[in-house]
């Protein structure tokens, strides 16, 4: 693990700001979404509720209001909107810390952590995934228009590719593995890990031409079955943005995720389409 985080504190414990490592594809001056998800992912996981109750995440819904800029402190709030023994809600919040604005935000559905014996039951596995990072390595550049520097898809991930790539539009499978930390010090749980490669889904799986269009997502929504395992994160991921030859402007990108056990769960995105 890299000594890189992609977010640093500032003092104030509330307070936190978004580094290099962080940056995106689509603005050098914004963050990519993944780094926001992961330090998001980060906050509800370490709410404590006072509770004796071992919690794990079901859903994790992200919501990416603002650009986050790089560099730019923001401020960080937790809230329990719903607490319980079995099923809890909690939330946090990012605001920029100069104007107020909330950049970005997320809802965790909690479930009890429980662990008793499954009859045989169809899973899913590995066949199409191959072995947990596998797979190709390519040099990442996101179009020719991305230049070289510190960036979190290029710098702060690892990428295998199984099948497709960048370079290859349409649906993929790929592993993705967090090399740095998410704030100094502190190891990736994994439930940051997969935030951190699900926000990937939209990216890897383009299939329209980025030089003529940007497909952004404003939302990421995780689905996982269990608690994560090992250090990466694999995606079959594909995209839809309408029928041929029309789009509404709207589209979804969807990936099933797997780890070291097996198929872990599922995320899909919501995506903004327009010409560039």
């Known amino acids: 693990m890299s000594e890189h985080a992609l977010f640093a504190p500032t003092g104030d414990p509330t307070v936190w700001r978004p580094t290099a490592w962080s940056r995106g594809p689509w603005n050098p001056e914004h963050c990519h979404g993944g780094p926001v998800s992961a330090f998001l992912a980060r906050a509800v996981e370490n709410i404590d509720d006072g509770s004796d109750v071992k919690w794990q995440v079901a859903r994790l819904t992200i919501e990416l209001l603002r650009p986050v800029v790089v560099e730019a402190p923001l401020r960080l709030t937790t809230d329990i909107e719903r607490p319980g023994r079995k099923v809890s809600l909690v939330a946090a919040s990012l605001t920029d810390a100069g104007s107020g604005k909330e950049v970005a935000r997320v809802r965790a559905l909690r479930i009890r952590l429980a662990g008793f014996e499954l009859p ?5 596995d590995l066949d199409d995934m191959g072995e947990p990072g596998s797979g190709r390595v390519e040099s990442l550049q996101w179009d020719e228009s991305d230049g070289e520097g510190v960036a ?3 710098s702060s991930c690892t990428h295998r590719w199984v099948m497709g790539s960048f370079a290859d539009a349409g649906p993929c499978r790929v592993w993705i593995r967090l090399d740095v930390a998410v704030v100094p ?10 935030a951190a490669a699900a926000d990937f889904g939209n ?6 031409p980025a030089a003529k269009f ?3 997502n404003p939302d990421l929504t995780i689905h996982l079955a269990r608690p994560y395992v090992g250090d990466w994160v694999g995606m079959a991921s594909h995209s839809l943005y309408g029928t041929e030859g029309r789009t509404s402007g709207a589209g979804w990108a969807e990936s099933a995720l797997y780890d070291a ?4 769960g599922r995320s899909v995105q919501s995506l903004i389409l327009q010409r560039t």
Do not use: E
């Open 261 to 264: 056990a097996g198929r872990l």
């Open 152 to 154: 979190y898809h290029r």
């Open 214 to 216: 940007s497909y952004i």
């Open 185 to 194: 010090g502190d190891k990736p749980s994994g439930l940051s890990r997969v």
């Open 120 to 124: 045989d039951h169809p899973t899913g």
């Open 203 to 208: 990216g890897v799986s383009g299939a329209l």
